[in-house]
């Protein structure tokens, strides 16, 4: 009798269940925010910086700002804290942001939407890498924290602050207008009136498992547990992408005789306050794309006729955190890791931000300090006259800057922490910054005056030579021209090097607008298609991956400079896979990258083909977690805090007194259905009994 009562009650339960699934409860309740980019912890050798939620996630009445003014309400007048406040980018200001930092007890976190930019913001440091430079106490004091020069005076530092509430970024207009809608409808004070509710809240969730400083996570990284190790922090890194000339046996490391390079430089990564949001436009596309271009223009003229120098294209990864890229090539050189060591580096040329120019010049950049030698001065001096002497027929000249003046932060100065080398930065400022916004979101495409005609297609906006595309050729092809000269190359050849327009006006599209492009996709790998994005790269370094994975930047920058510089082989699919077993061909000489090709005319299928360039990747994460010294005043320590799940979303919040009510009521049913199971199933046996039939007996 109680099996069968069971069989009732297990009928009753399926029935609701059955009815109830249908509909998702949480589907009901809360709209969910998938286009969000969270602040992020990152730590490094002394102090935590940006933001986390609670491991559950931080609630708040949410609140627009349209002004300054209106911070009175979430911070002190309002009734129903904590407060999510949601604020425009041009309320995105250090002053604001301290003054919610101060009263973070009535507020839960923060919502930014950017919309048109401010006339500067720069949330980076004003003395950016001030600590890892050259610049110290050691090597001149005077230079040293940018004691002569303020190379950033726009920088805020907000980047650097921590914030124990979250805050987030919305991409999507549609999700910015149904939060304010909501808010509206629902959270609006009209003439003072009180509130009524239920009120519109939203709920974030980026809880961050590091805390404190890297050594500190790095240690509970280490710690082995054996039912489930937890990663609670990694490594910021990447690899740096280089190539040479005249290559170099990739497996022969240390020092060659009778080698001398001159290496040219430029740095890919950029940083801004929601680190995904980084696209670095003047801060790091300008240089890399202009020495891309250069390398391209020098292609025909060193193959035709090899300067005695080599030269050295080097594009350095994670430099806006402490040089992580430059400052492990040289220690790879200096510990015969690299196939050259720092010996055989003639000179440097660095790109540095070269597309904001205030007139008709460029400046040339040195040290003053290594300057001191009489052959390092005359080195440079040399350097200088080959650059100037580049620019003839071409509408802007170079210009040295005084002697007096210490070096912008650059990944030249690393190399001089460790030798005296010749060098020079070149870059579009002769003292602060012409970067209104330095290592912000707002140094964009627009920042760039990347601009369009309208009723072009993507692929003619592709082809469309825009005024910033020729400005960067005419540097691309100087650049060219003076490592040609510096590296010993014949003059008669110089005037026939020049920079391609539609090159570069390619890679500024491909770069700062759609990475997803026909031209992109025809010079990448088949299997990493998926890399191309309708958006641009990002430019944040990320943390270190495993062995021959590299993030999408880095695999760009490299097919580029392969098919710019490289050779395209009659190689087949599989001979290009596997080019050792051909007699011709050394993987330890060069690489060799199956491309996808361009798609056939009125076909749909792609002319593939082998390319054999001499590009590497070199790693690009910082010695001090080699050494395992997690407290080095000499290398990057930056790390970055993992996390489980980032989530935002909007939910309509009901009073106290109905939440308690609707509690109460709860709790009522609850026990009401348990009386009433106990009752049915104590008195089973009479609601559930069957009238049974008498048994026929048999006479």
Known sequence: MALESSKWVMFIVCWLFKNVSCNSVAQKIYVELNNTVPCVRLLNATHQIGCQSS???????????ESEADLEWPLSKGPNPPYMVLLESSLFTKSIMMKIKNASSRVAGVVVVPKTSPPEFSPHTTCPNENTGVYTETYDHHLAHCNTTVWNPRGNGLSYEEFDFPVFSLKEDNETEAIKQCYFDHNRVVNGSGLQYPLCAMQLLSHMYAVTDTATCMRRRSIDFSTSPVMVCNPLGDYNVCAFIRPYNSTAFGHKENESVVVAAARLDS?????????????SVSGFVTLLAAAQALREATQEAPPTRNILFAFFHGEVFDYIGSSRMVYDMKNNKFVIDLDNVHSILEIGQVAVRSGTNLFLHSDPVSRRNNTVHDEVTNLVKNLQSSTAGLNFSFVETGFSQPLPPSSFQRF?????????????????FNNRYYESFYDNAAHLNLTYPSNLSPEEQLEFVTDTAKSLTEVATAVARALFKQAGGNNSLVNNINADPKTVTQMLYGFLVRSNNSWFQALMAPELKDVLQPNPPQYYVGVAK???????????????????????TNLTQSQCKKPDELPNESTYMYSYFWVQGMVLPNSTQ??????????????????????GDYVSKEYSTWTESQWTFIKARIFLVASRDLEMLTLGVGVAVLLTSLLVTYFVSTKADVLFSAVREPNNGAY
């Open 271 to 283: 940083r801004a306050f929601f680190l995904q949001d980084s696209t670095g436009a003047e801060g």
């Open 416 to 432: 001089l922490r460790a030798r005296a080398i010749p060098g020079i930065f070149l870059a579009d400022h002769q003292t602060a």
């Open 546 to 568: 495993l062995p021959h994975q590299a993030n999408a930047l880095t695999y760009l920058v490299q097919y580029l400079l392969a098919n710019l510089t490289g050779t395209a």
């Open 606 to 627: 792609r002319e593939s083909f082998c390319v054999r360039t001499a590009v590497r990747l070199a790693k690009a994460v910082s010695p001090a977690f080699d050494l």
């Open 55 to 65: 491991i559950s996630g931080d609630t708040g009445v949410i609140h627009v700002l």
